[in-house]
């Protein structure tokens, strides 16, 4: 399965833009990407997942890069309840039953 | 509209003895796996299963056991637990094959062995 690099933590003040990076240099052409995130004492949340395109939804953007081999999720304007793990994930097409997850990004949000 | 549900969400269990955790989903799913996820560590799948009556071994499937009866239920069963087994234990579903949609969790079972 080709696999995800995530910084371990970042910081960002409420109300402003978060980017969260992720690298999957040996993805493959028919890998989704996939974000998940987990709020404290919680099951992981899905959040947005692309193939090529940029995607955007109610709760975040997705930005992938035209190589494919990062890509980066945007909140727009944290808030404290975006605190939480960021999982990125690399998705078969059909393989939703199998997701393989890292260690992932906590973010911390302060006011 | 319950999602995913797992129940018992705490259960505390002595070296050896069995059980079984549920899971019930009521979105009509193809899809159900088990995860474990330990302090400080991401989801580890233990079992799957694609439709009723069919399931597959994860990454971490020792010690655990599971059928798939009806296209609701997914239950795990821990056969004789062990302290190694103390984690939270998720639940999820998805759709088919054909679908690369999301997959929903349930809120988790903390389970601890002594």
């Known amino acids: 399965d080709a696999k995800t690099t995530q910084p371990n933590s970042m910081e960002s003040n409420e109300e402003e833009p978060v980017h969260l990076p992720c690298n999957h240099s040996?993805?493959?052409?028919?890998?989704?990407i996939h974000w998940y995130r987990q709020l404290p004492s919680q099951g992981p949340e899905y959040v947005i997942h692309?193939?090529?395109s940029n995607v955007n939804n109610r709760m975040a953007s997705l930005a992938i890069a035209e190589d494919r081999k990062s890509s980066t999720l945007i909140l727009h304007r944290a808030t404290l309840r975006d605190a939480a793990v960021y999982y990125c994930?690399?998705?078969?097409?059909?393989?939703?039953?199998?997701?393989?997850f890292g260690t992932g990004t906590r973010l911390q949000v302060t006011l | 509209n319950a999602g995913v549900t797992q129940t018992p969400k705490f259960q505390v269990l002595k070296t050896g003895q069995s059980m079984t955790l549920q899971c019930a989903q009521d979105?009509?799913?193809?899809?159900m796996s088990w995860y474990r996820q330990d302090p400080g560590m991401g989801l580890r799948l233990i079992h799957y299963?694609?439709?009723?009556?069919?399931?597959d071994q994860g990454e971490v499937p020792n010690g655990y056991n599971v059928s798939r009866s009806t296209t609701e239920d997914f239950p795990l069963r821990l056969l004789s637990a062990a302290p190694s087994q103390t984690s939270v234990y998720f639940c999820?579903?998805?759709?088919?094959?054909?679908?690369?949609?999301?997959?929903?969790f349930g809120q988790g079972t903390r389970l601890t062995v002594v």
């Open positions: 999820a579903s998805s759709y088919g094959l054909n679908l690369n949609t999301e997959a929903f």
């Open positions: 040996t993805i493959s052409g028919t890998d989704y």
């Open positions: 692309g193939l090529t």
């Open positions: 994930i690399l998705s078969y097409t059909g393989t939703a039953s199998k997701l393989t």
């Open positions: 979105m009509n799913h193809e899809y």
């Open positions: 299963s694609v439709g009723a009556g069919i399931t």
